[in-house]
C-alpha cells in the first residue's frame, strides 16, 4: 500500500536487550515524527524530522532511545538496554511538507512488550 | 503546554448526529484546531482542522466559535465504525509537533 509502514508490528524483548522499530514513511514525504503511546493514553511525542536532520528530539525518554533517517526516507528507533517502563506503541507518522500545516499520516504502530 | 479539554467519553445512537466538544480557551491567533481519531489498534486518523471559520468534509464538519475559545466535531450520521478515541488537537505553525491529550472515547450504540 502507499501508508506509513511500520515493522515489525509486535516485538517481544527481554529486559536488558536492544530492540529497533523500523519506519517507512510515505514516498516524498518531508516530515516523520515518532510518538510513544502507553496503555489508556494519547500519544506522546518523541521526535521530529525534516528529511535527515532530526530538528526536535526533546521528547526522547533517556539516551537509551535513538533515532536516525540517514537518507531522509526509512527511519528507525532504537532503545537500548530496554526496561519494562518502555512497553508501548511507537507510532511513526509522516507529513509531505515542512511546514506545521498539513494531515499527518500515521503507520498502525510497534508494539513493544519487555518481559 | 497547548492544551485542550474534552470530556473523557460519549455515547452516540447509531445513524444520530454525534457532537463531540472541545474547550481551548488559550488558544493564540496562530493556533489551528485539528481532530483525529484513533480506532482500536490502529494509528490515529486526520479527521479535519480549522482556524476560524467553519469547515466540512467528507468525513465532519468542525464549528469553531467565534472567539474561538471552543469548537465541536459533528459527525452527521455516526456508525458503529466511527467508535473510536477522538482527539482536539491545537497546532501553532512554529511548531511542528501535534500535542495529544487523552481525548474523549465515543460509543455508537446500535
Known amino acids: 500500500g502507499a501508508g506509513v509502514s511500520q515493522s515489525p508490528r509486535y516485538k517481544v524483548a527481554k529486559r536488558g536487550q536492544d530492540v529497533a522499530l523500523r519506519c517507512d514513511p510515505i514516498?516524498?514525504?518531508?516530515?516523520l515524527f515518532w510518538y510513544q503511546q502507553a496503555l489508556g493514553q494519547g500519544p506522546e511525542f518523541l521526535t521530529y524530522?525534516?528529511?535527515?536532520?532530526?530538528?526536535?528530539k526533546s521528547g526522547l525518554p533517556s539516551d537509551r532511545f535513538f533515532a536516525e533517517r540517514p537518507e531522509g526516507s526509512v527511519s528507525t528507533l532504537k532503545i537500548q538496554r530496554t526496561q519494562q517502563e518502555d512497553s508501548a506503541v511507537f507510532l511513526c507518522?509522516?507529513?509531505?511538507?515542512?511546514?506545521?500545516?498539513?494531515?499527518?499520516?500515521f503507520g498502525e504502530g510497534s508494539r513493544l512488550t519487555v518481559l | 503546554d497547548a492544551k485542550t479539554t474534552q470530556p473523557p467519553s460519549m455515547d452516540c445512537a447509531e445513524g444520530r448526529a454525534a457532537n463531540l466538544p472541545c474547550n481551548h480557551s488559550?488558544?493564540?491567533?496562530?493556533?489551528?484546531v485539528y481532530w483525529y481519531r484513533q480506532i482500536h489498534s490502529q494509528g490515529p486518523q486526520y479527521i479535519i482542522h480549522?482556524?476560524?471559520n467553519n469547515e466540512t468534509n467528507e468525513m465532519a464538519s468542525l464549528i469553531i466559535t467565534e472567539d474561538r475559545k471552543s469548537s465541536t466535531l459533528i459527525l452527521p450520521h455516526a456508525t458503529l465504525r466511527d467508535t473510536a478515541v477522538y482527539y482536539c488537537?491545537?497546532?501553532?505553525?512554529?511548531?511542528?509537533?501535534?500535542?495529544f491529550g487523552t481525548g474523549t472515547r465515543l460509543t455508537i450504540i446500535p
Open positions: 514516498s516524498g514525504h518531508v516530515s
Open positions: 524530522f525534516q528529511n535527515e536532520a532530526q530538528l526536535d
Open positions: 507518522a509522516s507529513r509531505l511538507g515542512a511546514g506545521a500545516d498539513g494531515e499527518l499520516f
Open positions: 488537537i491545537r497546532l501553532n505553525f512554529g511548531n511542528e509537533k501535534l500535542t
Open positions: 488559550t488558544i493564540s491567533g496562530n493556533e489551528y
Open positions: 480549522g482556524l476560524k
